[in-house]
């Protein structure tokens, strides 16, 4: 390993790499230098050295740089960026296209032909590269701050409150309690009512202008309020309505608090609405699969009882979560990708100055599952539309750092 003196402290770079490329470990001071996590007993450090990222550039020249460039940086959208890219990152990956644990066309023809020694080697001279530089910031303005969907949701609801009433608590008689309602029903109930499948005088107008943003920043608004029962009256007889509702805890929850979000709760809602959706499954009005039996069952007492036992039980919010903002996802990023998207863990990909394209591509990728990390499947299902174009943008615009190793000395 005659090169390994001539590398200076920020060109200096570990490579770790599975037992697959074992024949590349130089020797045992190589394979005691950790790559920091000790998560897999089989990585072990390897030293390239400038004859290995010579032999690299001749295997990006021929089989990658019309993709990626020969300078790792990619003038194709869509295609990800490799200088500076931490190598043992990049050579993990060219492993799983080659083993078709990470599917792509385009990628899977050029590594199923190269040998473990040229997947090493050309890791190893991307890695070695200039890094690219980060994403100008549009000229001109800032980019406006992304839109709050609470505070959106919470403007967008003045419209709905005299009906409804002041955060969605209703306070007349046959209107229902927007507080509470799970967000997927919420916004199916807004769809069925533009779509007229479900029919109200009063509610298709109110629908009707709402978009569909509006109505997802509502959702979240009317879901993340304190419920609170209607302050309506109610006629029933409750003990006798708790004696009926027993067939319907199943789909509705014991207290009428449901865990599913497709089957509203019923605990707080105004009695008389609760009368009146009763009565229209069971004349076929409001169509539902799981409702018609049920309330086909029914006479108008027990109706009335049934109201009154479920208006009087305790609401309880809806699981869900208070949105992020970008300073609070880039802390939760950085854990793993480093300060400013720069990893130090030679497995995670650096994220800064990465091509926006990609990331935002990539992003997707993982919250539909078409590329698999248990990780990131994780993380990427919490995201909103706005936040993986916010994070992508964040990212691509950070400057991209060298790795530098911090070497311990053995303790004593
Ligand atoms: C025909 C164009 C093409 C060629 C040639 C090509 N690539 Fe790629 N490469 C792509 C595309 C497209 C992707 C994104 C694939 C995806 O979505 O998984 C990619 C992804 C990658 C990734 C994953 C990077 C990341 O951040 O996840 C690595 C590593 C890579 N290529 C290395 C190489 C190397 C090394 C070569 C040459 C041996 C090469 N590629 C040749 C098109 C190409
Ligand atoms: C003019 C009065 C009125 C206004 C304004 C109004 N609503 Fe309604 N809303 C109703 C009535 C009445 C119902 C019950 C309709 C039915 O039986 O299907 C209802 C039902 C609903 C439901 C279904 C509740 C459930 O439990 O299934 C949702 C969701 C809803 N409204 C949302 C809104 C939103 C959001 C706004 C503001 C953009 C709004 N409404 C404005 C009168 C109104
Ligand atoms: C098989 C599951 C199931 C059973 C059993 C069931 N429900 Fe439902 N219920 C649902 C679903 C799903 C909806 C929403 C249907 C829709 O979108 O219109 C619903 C809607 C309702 C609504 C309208 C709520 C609103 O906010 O608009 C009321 C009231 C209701 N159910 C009462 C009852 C009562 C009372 C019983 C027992 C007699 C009962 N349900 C039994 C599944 C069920
Ligand atoms: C628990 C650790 C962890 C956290 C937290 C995490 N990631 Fe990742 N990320 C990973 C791992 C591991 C990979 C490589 C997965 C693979 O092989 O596809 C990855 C890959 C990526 C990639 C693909 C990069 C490329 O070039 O292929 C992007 C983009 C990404 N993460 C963005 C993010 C963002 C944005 C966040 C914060 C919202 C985040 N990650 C949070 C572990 C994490």
């Known amino acids: 390993m005659a090169g390994r003196g001539q590398l200076s402290f920020v060109k200096m770079w570990v490579v770790a790499v599975a037992a697959a490329i074992a024949g590349h470990a130089p020797d045992s001071a190589a394979q005691s230098a950790k790559t920091g996590t000790g998560a897999d007993d089989d990585l072990r450090a390897v030293y390239a050295t400038s004859a290995d990222i ?19 940086v990619s003038a194709t959208k869509g295609i990800p960026h490799l200088a500076a890219q931490r190598p043992a990152f990049l050579h993990l990956q060219l492993l799983a296209y080659r083993q078709s644990a990470r599917v792509q066309n385009a990628m899977d ?33 800032p980019a406006p ?27 007349t008689p046959g209107m229902p309690n927007l507080v509470g309602l ?38 979240l608004y009317f879901a993340l309020q304190k419920p609170a029962p209607a302050k309506t009256p109610s006629a029933g007889d409750k003990a006798a309505g708790k004696k009926a509702a027993s067939s319907c805890g199943a789909c509705h929850g014991d207290q009428g608090v ?6 509203p709760s019923l605990a707080g809602q105004d009695a008389e609405y609760q009368e009146a959706a009763l009565k229209a499954y069971k004349q076929g009005a409001r169509k539902s699969d799981s409702m018609k039996a049920p309330a086909a069952a029914l006479d108008d007492k027990t ?31 950085d854990r793993c990708h480093g300060v400013n998207g720069n990893s130090t863990d030679p497995r995670m990909p650096r994220l800064a100055a990465q091509s926006e394209e990609w990331l935002d591509k990539v992003l997707r990728a993982y919250q539909t599952g078409t590329r698999k990390s248990t990780a990131m499947a994780a993380m990427s299902s ?23 190793y911090v070497v311990l000395p053995p303790r004593k």
């Open 54 to 72: 010579a032999d690299g550039k001749r295997v990006a020249e021929t089989a990658c740089a019309r993709c990626h460039g020969l300078n790792g």
């Open 109 to 141: 023809g050029v590594v199923r032909f190269l040998s473990d020694d040229a997947l090493y080697k050309v890791a190893a001279y991307f890695g070695s590269l200039e890094p690219p530089r980060p994403a100008a910031a549009s000229p001109g303005k």
């Open 145 to 171: 701050p992304k839109p709050n969907p609470l505070q959106a949701g919470k403007a967008a609801a003045a419209a709905c409150s005299g009906c409804h009433g002041e955060g969605g608590i209703s306070t």
């Open 182 to 219: 799970d967000p997927k029903y919420f916004a199916a109930a807004m769809q069925a009512y533009k779509s007229g499948e479900r029919k109200n005088d009063l509610m298709q107008p109110a629908a009707a202008g709402v978009s569909e943003a509006d109505a997802a920043g509502m959702a």
């Open 258 to 263: 449901s865990g599913n979000p497709a089957t």
């Open 303 to 333: 109706v009335r009882n049934l109201a009154a036992f479920y208006a009087a039980q305790q609401p309880q919010a809806p699981n869900v979560r208070r949105p992020l903002t970008l300073a609070q996802w880039v802390e939760r990023c």
């Open 382 to 404: 919490l995201m909103s539309e706005a936040d993986v174009k916010e994070l992508a943008a964040y990212y691509a615009r950070q400057t991209a750092r060298s790795v530098i």
